[in-house]
């Protein structure tokens, strides 16, 4: 069973560290960077 889920890029892991480095990557923050600019900037903070 999946255990760990980042729902903005689709990503799913059973591991710890492997979703740690996910949300370190590069490809997480450009997809939060884009997502963040459509949204409004409190509701970008709350999901940083």
Do not use: N, W
Request: aromatic fraction near 16%; hydrophobic fraction near 35%; glycine fraction near 2%.
């Amino acid at each position: 069973r999946i255990q760990f889920v980042c729902s903005l890029c689709k990503y799913r892991t059973f591991y710890d560290d492997e979703m740690s480095s996910h949300l370190e990557s590069k490809f997480h923050k450009e997809h939060f960077k884009f997502v963040g600019m459509k949204l409004p900037q409190q509701t970008a903070e709350f999901l940083q």
